[in-house]
């Protein structure tokens, strides 16, 4: 009697395992901790969380699914998981249920993928002398009823200010960015956005090692890929690469991608959804006036400050309604400024001089110093140089040599360091009134740009919107 009682209870905890381990519906609270979703370092900010593997192994990838762009923004502020102490206020994660500890995959495990890593491409040695044009996500497997070889993908955005200057580093197929920068091996597609075309695809080589490690050739591919800000640019052009190859069912959802190529079929792509609000500066931050660049796949925009539904379903995911975004006016400044400074990506590396001039040896001792100091702080030494000082009739003279790609990496760090930056771009850029009203513009709307940019907007359009295609 107790061996079959024995019997029993192991079949039953075996049964228990398979049906937890075949379970493909999802429903629970979680907690959002730390800034990401637009609050402050310390907010604990409570969503559902809702998934069915269905969504990505049997339902058409070619049709909006606003509970899984929803489901898609949860797992993209769990990317940025930081410090594990809430005290120090650094926290960025997402806490399933009354866990104590926390691991970067725990939220996929939960899901029931398994083997979750957490990959950065900048720490492998191949690319330890390139480490800005980086890409860091989160892969994990999952089995679903013997059918699907089930993967999620999520592309960690912006962290490091390399990885902030990789997103002002368009690149151009010219003998001047060849010359300023070097050769560029990795750059395929010389039509994408130069930085992410390389991020992109180093992130490739790792996806498709660990494909090729868990797939089977009796299993489809099916594959939820997602990202938020450079994240999502990446998140875009792999989509795009993913959509095109038959071996794949791929679902992209992106929140607040960057433009990414001039590829005249960009547009082309039904299974990439790219959801942003049209005032963020980062959806349009190069708006040139002769050179379009674009998203690969379908943009799902709108003006969240003209839409009462979105702002309230906002207030409630926060618990107050701070929404924040360019105004379209300023948008409409910058983008107007920057068309006029430059034309295409080519202008960006053509090279401008001013020269300045003073009375004294020693003021322009004094004024070079600052000058190669604020070249050196704002990691512009490709871009922008300055000479010794030349003397000529009682004069002293320093040149200043300079592209717009210095200004670009100017607005990132000031994006990053704030009034610091900022005062190094007006002193060493002052005779460009283009470029330093650009920088002003940036300055005086950091926390529209910041906040605005958060993934509260994108989540909140999730669930305020069906889109139809």
């Not at 905890?13 to 519906?25: D, P, V, Y």
């Not at 942003?276 to 379009?292: K, L, S, V």
């Not at 322009?364 to 070249?375: M, V």
């Not at 300055?386 to 009682?394: F, L, T």
Request: glycine residues 8%; negative net charge; hydrophobic residues 40%.
């Amino acid at each position: 009697m107790i061996f079959k009682r024995l019997m029993a209870l192991i079949f039953s905890l075996i049964m228990f395992i398979n049906c937890a381990a075949g379970k493909t519906e999802y429903n629970f609270p979680v907690t959002v901790q730390g800034a990401i979703f637009g609050g402050s370092a310390d907010d604990e900010i409570p969503l559902n969380l809702k998934f069915d593997t269905g969504w990505i192994t049997k339902a058409d990838n070619c049709t909006y699914n606003g509970n899984l762009a929803a489901f898609s923004a949860i797992l993209c502020a769990d990317s940025y998981f930081r410090a594990k102490d809430i005290s120090k206020g650094t926290v960025n994660r997402v806490l399933a249920g009354e866990e104590e500890s926390y691991s970067s995959a725990a939220l996929l495990e939960k899901l029931g993928y398994t083997d979750v890593r957490f990959i950065e491409t900048y720490k492998q040695k191949q690319y330890a002398a390139d480490t800005n044009d980086s890409a860091t996500f989160l892969i994990g497997y999952k089995n679903v009823d013997e059918e699907f070889d089930s993967y999620i993908i999520v592309m960690r955005g912006c962290f490091s200010i390399g990885e902030r200057l990789s997103a002002f580093d368009l690149g151009c197929d010219s003998e001047s960015y060849t010359a300023l920068t070097g050769e560029h091996g990795e750059w395929i597609n010389r039509n994408r956005f130069k930085s992410y075309d390389i991020a992109a695809e180093r992130a490739k080589e790792f996806i498709g090692a660990y494909m090729e490690e868990h797939g089977s050739e009796n299993r489809e591919d099916a594959v939820l890929l997602t990202g938020h800000s450079r994240g999502a640019s990446l998140a875009g052009i792999i989509g795009a690469d993913f959509e095109n190859d038959e071996t794949i069912k791929s679902y992209t959802y992106t929140f607040n991608s960057t433009p990414v190529t001039t590829d005249s079929d960009a547009k082309k792509y039904k299974t990439v959804f790219n959801l942003f609000d049209e005032n963020d500066y980062y959806i349009n931050p190069f708006p040139f006036a002769d050179e379009h660049f674009m998203r690969y796949g379908r943009d799902i925009s709108i003006n969240i400050s003209k839409c009462g539904t979105i702002r309230k379903k906002i207030s409630s995911v926060k618990g107050r309604d701070d929404y924040a975004c360019l105004s379209p006016s300023v948008k409409k400044e910058y983008d107007s400024i920057f068309a006029e400074r430059f034309s295409g990506r080519a202008s960006l590396y053509e090279m401008k001089s001013a020269a300045e001039t003073y009375n004294s040896y020693e003021e322009a001792s004094a004024r070079l110093e600052e000058l190669k100091a604020f070249i050196s702080g704002l990691a512009v030494s490709d871009f922008c140089k300055v000479s010794d000082i030349s003397e000529s009739s009682g004069k002293y003279e320093i040149d200043i040599s300079y592209c717009g790609t210095a200004l670009l990496f100017g607005f990132a760090q000031i994006q990053a360091y704030g009034s610091p930056a900022f005062d190094a771009v007006m002193s060493l850029f002052k005779d460009d009134a283009a470029g330093c009203r650009m920088a002003e513009i940036i300055f005086e709307n950091l926390v529209q740009i910041s906040v605005g940019h958060l993934l509260a907007n994108g989540y909140a359009m999730s669930k305020s919107i069906l889109f139809k295609f």
